[in-house]
């Protein structure tokens, strides 16, 4: 199985912020890696898809990269709707998700 | 618009047998392979099950193989998870995802629609 390791697990900033998170996949997945976000009591939200595109819909202050086994997810500015858990997701092999960043406002 | 609407969780005693439905519309049902994932109480999203647009290939967690079904009806546009051997580690929220692209072979793309998601509890 691949595992998928996100840091850091949460995170506190300012409106305008930019906030990066990492994923590390325990092999080589490509660019087989999705970023997701979900609200509370919400199901995730489909926003980078194969490590850097932008999903239709998603602003573009949401943005990705990476290949191979390291990746990062960026919110250039951070807006207040953007609080939240961000999981990253592979699925080179069968699917498996990051254990999720809680981001914060402060 | 695509609509995905899960149905027929509960609280099922450990060993107990459930069995989880998503009913689909606003695309081509048959042509997109879909999947389960759960999430536990306060945890983090966990794929469970995947299954492809013809219904002929499915795949399994490890956690789950030999206890959960997956299963499609084309006719009926609708998304089946059959739940046996029920354990307390099964309690989780589980939601079913449409995979973005047509031809993906069931875990195998990213999930670009979910369910609102359902609650299974497994406890005596």
């Known amino acids: 199985d691949i595992q998928m390791t996100q840091s850091p697990s949460s995170l506190s900033a300012s409106v305008g912020d930019r906030v990066s998170i990492t994923c590390l996949a325990s092999?080589?997945?490509?660019?087989?890696l999705n970023w997701y976000q979900q609200k509370p009591g919400k199901a995730p939200k489909l926003l980078i898809y194969?490590?850097?595109n932008l999903e239709t819909g998603v602003p573009s202050r949401f943005s990705g990269v990476g290949s191979g086994t390291h990746f990062s997810f960026t919110i250039s500015s951070l807006h207040p709707e953007d609080i939240g858990t961000y999981y990253c997701?592979?699925?080179?092999?069968?699917?498996?998700f990051g254990g999720g960043t809680k981001v914060e406002i402060k | 618009e695509v609509q995905l609407l899960e149905s027929g969780g509960g609280l099922v005693q450990p060993g107990g047998s459930l069995r989880l439905s998503c009913a689909a519309s606003?695309?081509?049902?048959?042509?997109?392979?879909m999947s389960w994932v759960r999430q536990a109480p306060g945890k983090g999203l966990e794929w469970v099950s995947g299954i492809s647009g013809s219904g002929l290939s499915t795949f399994y967690a490890d956690s789950v193989k030999g206890r959960l079904t997956i299963s499609r009806d084309s006719s009926k546009n609708t998304l089946s998870l059959q739940m046996a051997s029920l354990r307390a580690d099964d309690t989780a929220v589980y939601y079913c995802?449409?995979?973005?692209?047509?031809?993906?072979?069931?875990?195998?793309?990213?999930?670009?629609?979910w369910g609102q998601g359902i609650l299974v509890t497994v406890s005596s």
């Open positions: 997701q592979q699925y080179d092999h069968l699917p498996s």
């Open positions: 606003g695309f081509t049902f048959s042509s997109y392979a």
């Open positions: 995802a449409k995979e973005r692209v047509v031809s993906c072979g069931g875990g195998s793309c990213p999930f670009d629609y």
């Open positions: 194969d490590a850097s």
């Open positions: 092999q080589d997945v490509g660019v087989y």
